[in-house]
């Protein structure tokens, strides 16, 4: 991930930095905000296969809370995505 990130700063022209330059711009600030998306996606799919793991344990535990148990996911994995869109959109917002 930070491969990626690096490369795509060094992969600019090495006069277009001085050219374009605007005071208080970087690209220290962008690649820390696609550094977020990477940790907040990272997370999110920890969460949600947590949350997935945990639920098949339930419904197997027991079958007839199957129906409940499986509201209650769909409601935590679009809470668990919801974050990482926030944190996207957050980032793409801002520069």
Same mark, same amino acid.
């Given at each position: #991930? #930070? &491969?990626? %990130?690096?490369?795509?700063? =060094? /992969?600019?022209?090495?006069? $277009? $930095? ?13 690649? #820390? ?12 799919? +920890? ?9 098949? @344990?339930?419904? /197997? ?10 509201? =209650? &996911?769909?409601?935590? +994995?679009?809470?668990? @995505? %919801? ?13």
């Amino acid at each position: #991930m #930070m &491969l990626f %990130t690096v490369a795509t700063a =060094m /992969a600019q022209a090495p006069g $277009a $930095a001085a050219t374009d330059a605007q005071p208080g711009k970087s690209w220290f600030f962008p690649a #820390m905000g696609s550094f977020a998306v990477g940790i907040a996606a990272f997370g999110g799919a +920890l969460g949600d296969g947590r949350a997935i793991a945990a639920a098949c @344990e339930g419904t /197997a535990r027991n079958p007839g809370a199957g129906g409940r148990i499986f509201t =209650m &996911l769909l409601l935590g +994995l679009a809470l668990i @995505e %919801t974050l990482v869109l926030f944190t996207f959109l957050t980032v793409v917002l801002k520069y």
